[in-house]
């Protein structure tokens, strides 16, 4: 478990550092590809929108929450805290044109590298949790 903990927190922190030099993504959507997705009656956005919002930093992380606790009220938080972050992005997502146009380019920069300091740091606490323990076991 220490060992999936400190691998997925790599992954995390590997895409956390992407966050805070703002780099954009390969497979970023320009206007165009929007204009055309506006045109079309059957779009499949959950299927392709799953993968874009949990990845293997993502996936280990909730491994390591849900099997760090035995209590079964702290599992229904991180169960309730995994719906909540879903339905806030669909909010954000339906949003997301006008929140552009409000904070403007540079305003997502600034929040990505934001968002991706704090990423950094959950991913560098739960490694150092990993390794502390790995090393525990090895005495």
């Known amino acids: 478990m220490d060992s999936l903990r400190v691998v997925g927190e790599i992954l995390l922190f590997s895409i956390a550092f992407d966050m805070m030099h703002a780099k954009i993504s390969r497979e ?35 491994i390591v929450l849900m099997g760090s606790t035995e209590n079964i009220e702290h599992k229904i938080i991180i169960l309730i805290s995994i719906i909540f972050t ?11 044109r006008r ?22 740091a959950l991913a560098v606490n739960l490694t150092s949790a990993g390794l502390k323990n790995i090393f525990s076991l090895t005495k």
């Open 28 to 62: 970023s959507i320009t206007e165009e590809d929007i204009s055309q997705s506006q045109e079309r009656e059957d779009i499949w956005v959950f299927p392709i929108g799953l993968p874009l919002l949990i990845g293997p930093g993502e996936i280990s992380t909730v």
């Open 99 to 120: 929140i552009h146009k409000f904070i403007g380019y540079n305003g997502m920069l600034v929040f990505t590298k934001l968002m991706g300091l704090l990423l950094a």
């Open 86 to 96: 879903f339905i806030l992005c669909l909010y954000i997502f339906l949003l997301s």
